[in-house]
């Protein structure tokens, strides 16, 4: 009887027959990808870079769920946090539909960030929120964190802030796909001009650079005579977790004085390079009033 071979053993094999690459290079195709929707992401080792088309072929040949082969050229850096994603094989047109938590979303997997290390993130988002909240997402995107949400408790209502179009174009696309309409609000601009006041009681903060504007925004959209939750994501080295406990402590004595930091916990997500790992700081803002 013969064993099942994987996927990947069947795409090594193959590139080992056919003599694609050098044979001392076989070990450094990668055993795994990120997957959104059926496009298929590579990193690949620089030293595969002269045979990335002949390499993105045999991934597709063997990963019949896919329809493209793409592979990650660069870091993600600009504000609207674009990745540097090339096609290497398969549809050049990589909008697809990812499914995950009973969510639909349709992305650009080539140009829009959507990462399967915040699963978890999302999943603890879902059980988080079970109660008829009020809750901002100000770094929206797609809809990747807060979309969930909405979905799985239909008495919670969301404003989704997105600064980049295209990713505004398919958040506002899964509300719609999602049948969520009613719950959500997708607001297109600048989360420093279009935040509202006075009207949340959680504030999703899933961006890395964030900064003490935006920190003034976040605490003057909770509801002022109640506050309540700021999930502040970062990056940050192992040694040092995220702590943005000093900061929105700065804002407050500066802006908010009938507010304190009741709690800060921080909690890895994932890492996302050797020694970086990225962090989500939960802090329970109160009023000093509050007896809570
Ligand atoms: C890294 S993505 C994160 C998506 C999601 N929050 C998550 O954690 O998975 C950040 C998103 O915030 C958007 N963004 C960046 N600066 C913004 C701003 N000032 N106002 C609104 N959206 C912004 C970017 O365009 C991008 O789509």
């Given at each position: 009887?013969?064993?099942?071979r994987?996927?990947?053993?069947?795409?090594?094999q193959?590139?080992?027959?056919?003599?694609?690459?050098?044979?001392?290079?076989?070990?450094?195709?990668p055993?795994?990808?990120k997957?959104?929707?059926k496009?298929?992401?590579?990193?690949?080792?620089?030293?595969?870079?002269?045979?990335k088309?002949?390499?993105?072929?045999?991934?597709?040949?063997?990963?019949?769920?896919?329809?493209t082969?793409?592979?990650?050229v660069?870091?993600?850096t600009t504000?609207?946090?674009?990745?540097d994603?090339?096609?290497?094989?398969?549809?050049?047109?990589?909008?697809?539909?990812?499914k995950?938590?009973?969510c639909?979303?349709?992305?650009?997997?080539?140009?829009?960030?959507?990462?399967?290390?915040?699963?978890?993130?999302?999943?603890?988002?879902?059980?988080?929120?079970?109660?008829?909240?009020?809750i901002?997402?100000?770094?929206?995107?797609?809809g990747?964190l807060?979309?969930?949400?909405?979905?799985?408790n239909?008495?919670?209502?969301?404003?989704?802030?997105?600064?980049?179009?295209?990713?505004?174009?398919?958040?506002?696309?899964?509300?719609?796909?999602?049948?969520?309409?009613?719950?959500?609000?997708a607001?297109?601009?600048?989360n420093?001009k279009?935040?509202?006041?006075?009207?949340?009681n959680?504030?999703l903060?899933?961006?890395?650079?964030?900064?003490?504007?935006?920190f003034?925004?976040?605490?003057?959209s909770?509801?002022?005579?109640?506050g309540?939750?700021?999930?502040?994501h970062?990056?940050?080295?192992?040694?040092?977790?995220?702590?943005?406990?000093?900061q929105?402590?700065?804002?407050?004595?500066?802006?908010?004085?009938?507010l304190?930091?009741?709690?800060?916990?921080t909690?890895?997500?994932k890492?996302?390079?050797?020694?970086?790992?990225?962090?989500?700081?939960?802090?329970?803002?109160?009023?000093?009033?509050?007896?809570?």
């Amino acid at each position: 009887m013969t064993s099942k071979r994987t996927p990947f053993q069947q795409i090594k094999q193959t590139i080992q027959d056919q003599k694609i690459l050098p044979a001392h290079l076989i070990s450094l195709l990668p055993k795994r990808w990120k997957r959104v929707g059926k496009v298929g992401i590579l990193n690949l080792n620089p030293e595969l870079l002269p045979w990335k088309r002949e390499i993105g072929e045999k991934y597709l040949e063997f990963l019949p769920e896919l329809k493209t082969v793409a592979h990650k050229v660069g870091i993600t850096t600009t504000t609207t946090r674009q990745p540097d994603n090339e096609v290497l094989a398969g549809e050049p047109n990589t909008v697809t539909l990812h499914k995950e938590l009973g969510c639909k979303f349709w992305i650009d997997a080539l140009n829009l960030t959507f990462s399967n290390g915040n699963h978890a993130e999302r999943q603890r988002m879902i059980k988080n929120c079970q109660e008829p909240e009020q809750i901002i997402d100000m770094f929206a995107c797609v809809g990747n964190l807060s979309l969930p949400i909405a979905v799985h408790n239909p008495t919670v209502k969301i404003i989704g802030i997105e600064i980049n179009p295209d990713a505004f174009m398919f958040l506002e696309k899964n509300i719609q796909e999602n049948q969520v309409k009613e719950q959500y609000q997708a607001v297109l601009g600048d989360n420093r001009k279009l935040t509202p006041k006075d009207w949340a009681n959680r504030v999703l903060m899933g961006y890395f650079t964030i900064d003490n504007v935006q920190f003034k925004i976040a605490l003057a959209s909770l509801r002022q005579e109640r506050g309540g939750i700021i999930h502040a994501h970062g990056l940050s080295s192992s040694r040092k977790p995220t702590d943005w406990r000093p900061q929105i402590q700065t804002v407050i004595e500066e802006s908010f004085p009938h507010l304190t930091i009741k709690t800060s916990n921080t909690r890895t997500i994932k890492t996302v390079a050797p020694g970086i790992n990225h962090y989500v700081n939960d802090l329970e803002i109160q009023t000093t009033t509050s007896n809570n």
